[in-house]
Structure formats: C-alpha cells, structure tokens
C-alpha cells in the first residue's frame, strides 16, 4: 500500500557531498518513522539515520553517519530527504529508504515494513 522510490544517487570523489530523497506514492507516511540504511557488496544491510514523521523532529544516527549526515523530511511532499557531505570510499553502498511500523526513529531493520528500491552512491579515492 505504500510504495517508497529513492533517488539521487551517482558516483561522487571524496569529500564531495550527495543528496538522496525517498518519495512515497500511494499512502501517506501518516505518523509512522522513516529511515535510511545502506548495504555493501558482500555486507549486510545497515543502519544510517532516521527520523520521525510527526511533531517536533527527532532523529537518529549510526555513528558513522553523525556529523556527515543530515535526514530532514517534507510532510507535505511525502518525502525524507539524506544530505551527505565530507563522503568517504567507506561510504559506497545501495542506499535504501524505508518506513517503519513504529513512531520513534528506530535503528532496527525489524522495526520497518516498507522498503524502496534502493540507490546506488559511489565514493571514489
């Protein structure tokens, strides 16, 4: 019923930054969390940051992520936006948005029921 498409995603050098958006279609968010992991060649999916969808915003940062990486969303586009800066080779990955069945920003991959397609960002040395 909701449907999460990513986009923005490309080949970047170090250092330099990218801004990924995740629109739904369909349904709306309602007041459910978003989120935005990341999965390697050869890795398991993992956790980047996420974000409420209700009231004042509250969010949430893997380690990795803090400092580099912002979430920000638009309520009324439907839409959860990842600015990446100071990017790293460490940093490439199939980026994927996704929404949660919960309202607080959760870093568990179980706490989301939506996923988009991914989108794929590249970091070269």
């Known amino acids: 019923q909701v449907r999460l498409v990513e986009s923005g995603g490309g080949l970047v050098q170090a250092g330099g930054s990218l801004r990924l958006s995740c629109a739904a279609s369909g349904r709306t968010f309602g007041s459910y969390a978003m989120g935005w992991f990341r999965q390697a060649p050869g890795k398991e999916r993992e956790f980047v940051a996420a974000?409420?969808?209700?009231?004042?915003?509250?969010?949430n940062y893997a380690d990795s992520a803090k400092g580099r990486f912002t979430i920000s969303r638009d309520n009324a586009k439907n839409t959860v936006y990842l600015q990446m800066n100071s990017l790293k080779p460490e940093d490439t990955a199939i980026y994927y948005c996704?929404?949660?069945?919960?309202?607080?920003?959760?870093?568990?991959?179980?706490?989301?029921?939506?996923w988009g397609q991914g989108t794929q960002v590249t970091v070269s040395s």
């Open positions: 996704a929404r949660a069945g919960v309202t607080n920003p959760s870093s568990f991959r179980s706490a989301y029921d939506y």
């Open positions: 974000i409420n969808w209700s009231g004042g915003v509250n969010t």
